[in-house]
C-alpha cells in the first residue's frame, strides 16, 4: 500500500511501535494456539481472529508473511502454572479414548471453525512433533538455568533479567502462583520437564536425561517459534492471559537459550512486538460473568452460533467491531446486530455492481498497484490504512468502509477501491450473497399461520415506512428459520 508506517502496541514496552520486519520485505509471526483437549469457545476464536486480522494487514501492506498457530497436544495442565492434570489425558480418560484421538479431533474441529471465520491457512506444527527437539533445548540451557527434583526438571527464574516484565506485577499470590511443588527455589519457576511418577503410565511419555515423562508446556512455543520462524522473529500474539504466565516464561526460556541477558533489548525475548488480545466475556442474567472460559462446563461454541441461525462471519465481524485490546462483551442481541450490519454490507455491494452492470464474476481480484479510471478514491484508502495502520483500529475502518459503501457514484472504481480494503477484513463481502447469510436453525419450527400473521405485520410496517421494525421482522423470522422472499420472481414469499 502507501507509506502510512504500521504501528503496533508492544506489551514488552506498553508502547506503540512502528513495524520494522527484522527481515526484509517478510513478516514472521507467531500466535499461541489450543489445546486440543476440548472445543475452543468463540472467546479463543476471538484470539485468532485478531491473530489472523494482524496477518491480513501485514501483507495487504506488502510484507511475505509466514504465519505458525501451533497445537498444544501435550503437556498443559489444568492450571498454567504446574498443578493439576495434564489436559490431554484428563480428557482421553474421560472420554475412553487414546490422548492422540482426542487431539486429533478437537485438531480437526479446531481447524474447521477457523476455515468458517475466514482465517486464512496458517502452519499448525503440534507440539508432539517436537518432543526431541524440546529436549535438546533442555539439555542445552539446563545446567545454568535449571534443577531437577523429583517431580521434574524446573526453571529458575532469577537466573535470568528482568523475569516477568511483560507481566508487569509478578506476584507470588497471583493466578496459577501457588506453590504446590516442593523443592522449587522460586514460586514462578516452571517445569521445563515433568517426570512420570514412579508406578505410573502416561500415554504420551518420552525418555530423556531426566527420566521418562513429557516436556512442560512453555517450552513448546519456545522451540517451535524458533524452529520455524528464527530468532529473533517479528510478532508474538496470544490472548491477554498468556501476558502473565505464559509468556514470561517463553521468554525466561528465549533469553536462557540465546544466552542474552536483560530485556532492555528486544531482540532478547526471542520475538521482537509481543501482542495480546482482551477478552471476550460474558454477562449472564445473574449478573455473574467474567472471561469466557471452558472450565465452566457449558461454554458457547462457534457451531452454537451456526445452530441458531447466525453466519460464522457475523461472528467475525461482531470481532472487528471492537478494538483487540478492548474487552467485547458478548450478547446475542449484539451478534444479531453484527449480522443486520453484514447483510447491509453485502446488500451495499450488491447494489454497487447493479449499478456498475457487472456480474459478480466480472469484479475479479486486482493487484494493489492497479490504476483506477473514472474516479480517485485514494483519499478514502489512505483514511482507511491510516486506521488500520494505527494499531489495528478496526471499528473505524469499519466505518470508513461503510461510508464508501453506502455511496453509488463511480460503482466500478468505488468496488475496486473496497475490494481492495476488504482483504484486510476478511468479511468475504465479494463472495457471498445475501442468501447465504440465511442459515436455518437447527430447531427452527413455526406454523404457517404464525409466519402470515408476521409477513402481514411486515407489510403493514412497510407500508408505513417503518424500515427498523420490518427489518426487525424479517430478522426474527430468519432466526426462527423462515426466509422472507421479497420480489422473488415466481412469487413466494417464503421458505423454511
Ligand atoms: P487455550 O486453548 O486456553 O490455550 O486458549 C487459546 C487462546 O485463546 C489463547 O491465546 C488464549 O489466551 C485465548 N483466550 C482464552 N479465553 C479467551 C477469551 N475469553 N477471550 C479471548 N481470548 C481468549
Ligand atoms: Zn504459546
Excluded at 472467546?43 to 495487504?60: E, H, I, K, P, S
Excluded at 517451535?224 to 521468554?251: K, Q, S, V
Excluded at 472450565?295 to 441458531?308: C, N, P, T
Excluded at 483500529?393 to 475496486?416: C, D, M, Q, V, W
Amino acid at each position: 500500500m502507501t507509506d502510512t508506517p504500521l504501528k503496533l502496541f508492544n506489551s514488552l514496552t506498553r508502547q506503540l511501535e512502528e513495524f520494522q520486519p527484522i527481515h526484509e520485505g517478510e513478516a514472521r509471526v507467531y500466535s499461541c494456539g489450543p489445546t486440543v483437549y476440548n472445543y475452543q469457545h468463540i472467546g479463543n476464536m476471538r484470539a485468532y481472529v485478531f491473530a489472523d486480522t494482524l496477518g491480513r494487514v501485514l501483507q495487504w501492506k506488502g510484507y511475505k508473511l509466514t504465519h505458525v498457530i501451533n497445537i498444544t497436544d501435550v503437556g498443559h495442565l489444568t492450571s498454567d502454572a504446574d498443578e493439576g492434570e495434564d489436559k490431554m489425558e484428563k480428557m482421553a480418560a474421560r472420554e475412553n479414548k487414546s490422548a492422540w484421538d482426542i487431539a486429533k479431533f478437537y485438531q480437526e474441529d479446531f481447524e474447521r471453525d477457523l476455515a468458517r471465520l475466514n482465517v486464512q491457512p496458517k502452519q499448525h506444527p503440534r507440539a508432539t512433533e517436537y518432543v526431541e527437539a524440546m529436549i535438546a533445548w533442555g539439555e542445552r540451557i539446563a545446567e545454568k538455568h535449571c534443577y531437577e527434583l523429583e517431580s521434574g526438571l524446573y526453571f529458575d527464574i532469577s537466573t535470568v533479567a528482568d523475569y516477568g516484565r511483560l507481566a508487569r506485577a509478578v506476584t507470588d499470590d497471583g493466578e496459577g502462583r501457588i506453590d504446590t511443588v516442593e523443592g522449587k527455589r522460586n514460586q514462578a519457576d516452571f517445569a521445563i520437564w515433568r517426570k512420570t511418577p514412579a508406578g505410573e503410565t502416561r500415554q504420551m511419555e518420552w525418555d530423556s536425561p531426566w527420566g521418562r515423562g513429557a516436556p512442560g508446556w512453555h517450552l513448546e512455543c519456545s522451540v517451535m517459534g524458533e524452529a520455524l520462524l528464527g530468532f529473533p522473529f517479528d510478532i508474538h500474539t496470544g490472548g491477554i492471559d498468556h501476558r502473565e504466565i505464559h509468556h514470561p516464561n517463553e521468554i525466561a526460556q528465549n533469553q536462557a537459550y540465546c544466552c542474552t541477558n536483560g530485556l532492555d533489548d528486544a531482540r532478547n525475548s526471542g520475538a521482537r512486538i509481543w501482542m495480546h488480545n482482551n477478552f471476550l466475556v460474558e454477562r449472564r442474567k445473574d449478573g455473574e460473568g467474567g472471561k469466557m472460559s471452558k472450565s465452566a462446563g457449558e461454554f458457547l461454541r462457534l457451531q452454537l452460533l451456526v445452530d441458531k441461525g447466525y453466519h460464522p462471519l457475523a461472528y467475525r465481524l461482531m470481532c472487528l467491531q471492537a478494538h483487540y485490546r478492548s474487552e467485547l462483551e458478548f450478547s446475542w442481541e449484539g451478534l444479531q446486530a453484527a449480522l443486520t450490519r453484514l447483510k447491509r454490507m453485502i446488500a451495499g455491494v450488491e447494489r454497487l455492481r447493479k449499478a456498475a452492470a457487472i456480474n459478480k464474476d466480472e469484479l475479479r481480484p486486482l493487484d494493489n498497484d492497479l490504476p483506477l479510471t473514472g474516479a480517485d478514491f485514494s483519499a478514502v484508502e489512505k483514511d482507511f490504512e491510516k486506521a488500520i495502520s494505527e494499531d489495528l483500529n478496526t471499528p473505524k475502518a469499519l466505518s470508513l468502509f461503510e461510508g464508501t459503501l453506502s455511496n453509488s457514484e463511480y460503482p466500478i472504481s468505488r468496488l475496486h477501491s473496497l475490494q481492495r480494503l476488504e482483504r484486510t477484513l476478511g468479511l468475504n463481502l465479494f463472495e457471498l450473497e445475501r442468501t447465504d447469510l440465511r442459515i436455518r436453525p437447527k430447531d427452527a419450527q413455526l406454523t404457517e399461520a404464525e409466519i402470515e400473521a408476521e409477513l402481514q405485520r411486515r407489510k403493514e410496517a412497510r407500508a408505513a415506512k417503518d424500515f427498523a421494525s420490518s427489518d426487525s421482522i424479517r430478522d426474527s423470522l430468519a432466526a426462527k428459520g423462515v426466509e422472507v422472499m421479497d420480489g422473488d420472481p415466481l412469487g413466494w414469499e417464503w421458505r423454511l
